[in-house]
């Protein structure tokens, strides 16, 4: 890796991290998916652009994930945080 890439893969990395902590934070009030709504999210300072991967369930629900914990969009600006159990490839 160059030396100019390390700001840049380390700031991503810190936006990614801090994504993954807010959603544990919500996540972590119950032990089974929640609803929370946007500004719930953005108050604790998530991003929306920044995610690891995304999954479509056989339903066609796209789910959105900072490592194992993730989100889906839900109408009314509200999302469904979720925990996934195993690796997605």
Not at 29 to 36: G, Q, S, Y
Not at 44 to 60: E, Q
């Amino acid at each position: 890796m160059k030396s100019a890439e390390r700001p840049f893969l380390k700031g991503i990395n810190a936006i990614l991290f801090k994504n993954r902590k807010v959603l544990e934070s919500f996540f972590a009030i119950e032990t089974k998916p929640l609803r929370v709504s946007r500004d719930q999210l953005l108050q604790k300072g998530f991003r929306f652009d920044f995610i690891t991967c995304w999954y479509t369930n056989s339903k066609g629900n796209t789910y959105h994930y900072c490592y194992e914990y993730g989100y889906l969009p839900l109408e009314g600006d509200q999302y469904l945080i979720v925990k996934r159990k195993g690796l997605i490839i």
